[in-house]
């Protein structure tokens, strides 16, 4: 069966600071692979999605970046993080061809003080 | 760009109670999708619709897919405590290429009075 693994649960860093969030999938090949954003009242908002290594697509201007050094490996960075990016991030799959649903990550909580 | 409103934001109701969920989009969708997030939790998904007029039931709880595919209900029937969280649309205008596609609407938190 597929899983999908997110860390760390929790982050608190201060900003300026460097941030590495990883994912990994297990289970599958060549998977989609998204990185959303959870504000407060706001919804899921998309950062990034990939369809191959190597391969990212950035949905809104922003701080952070993506990566995809792996099939199954996503990671999500920041050289210098703001405050306003605090938020809960969530890392999903879904099965490439078609429109199929996402399995989500755990979530990391991030606090940006 | 497409957007996904869904309504209310959040909806309290006594055990027992019934609820109802809406969702609207400003474009014709191709599907929509049902998640729902417990709290402190991550969204796990609960059904997809894809056809006009679509209705599917998952015990107490009924999923719709208007005629027009721009509008999309879920109903719970009889709320219990386990049905607390937020529960998200997500529609698509697009019937391929994975869930790039997807726009999610807001959720609605529903909260639930023993």
């Known amino acids: 069966s597929q899983t999908i693994h997110q860390w760390p649960a929790t982050l608190v860093q201060p900003v300026g600071s460097p941030l590495s969030l990883e994912c990994t999938v297990e289970g599958t090949s060549n998977p989609n692979l998204y990185w959303y954003r959870q504000a407060a009242g706001r919804g899921l908002q998309l950062l990034f999605y990939?369809?191959?290594?190597?391969?990212i697509s950035s949905e809104v201007p922003q701080n952070l970046s993506a990566s995809r050094p792996q099939d199954r490996q996503f990671i999500l960075s920041s050289k210098k993080l703001l405050l306003s990016d605090s938020g809960f991030y969530l890392c999903a799959w879904s099965l490439t061809g078609g429109v199929t649903e996402a399995f989500f990550g755990q979530g990391t909580r991030l606090t940006v003080v | 760009g497409q957007q996904v409103m869904q309504i209310p934001q959040y909806q309290h109701v006594q055990e027992g109670e019934d609820f109802t969920t809406y969702c609207n989009s400003s474009?014709?969708?191709?599907?929509i999708q049902w998640y729902k997030q417990r709290p402190g939790g991550h969204p796990v998904f609960l059904i997809q619709?894809?056809?006009?007029?679509e209705v599917k039931k998952q015990k107490r709880l009924t999923f719709q897919f208007g005629e027009a595919k721009k509008n999309s209900s879920l109903h719970i029937t009889a709320t219990q405590t386990t049905d607390v969280g937020t529960y998200f649309c997500?529609?698509?205008?697009?019937?391929?290429?994975?869930?790039?596609?997807?726009?999610f609407g807001k959720g609605t938190h529903l909260i639930i009075q023993p």
């Open positions: 997500a529609g698509s205008g697009r019937s391929g290429g994975g869930a790039d596609g997807l726009t």
């Open positions: 474009t014709t969708l191709s599907n």
């Open positions: 990939s369809v191959g290594i190597g391969q």
């Open positions: 619709l894809v056809k006009s007029g």
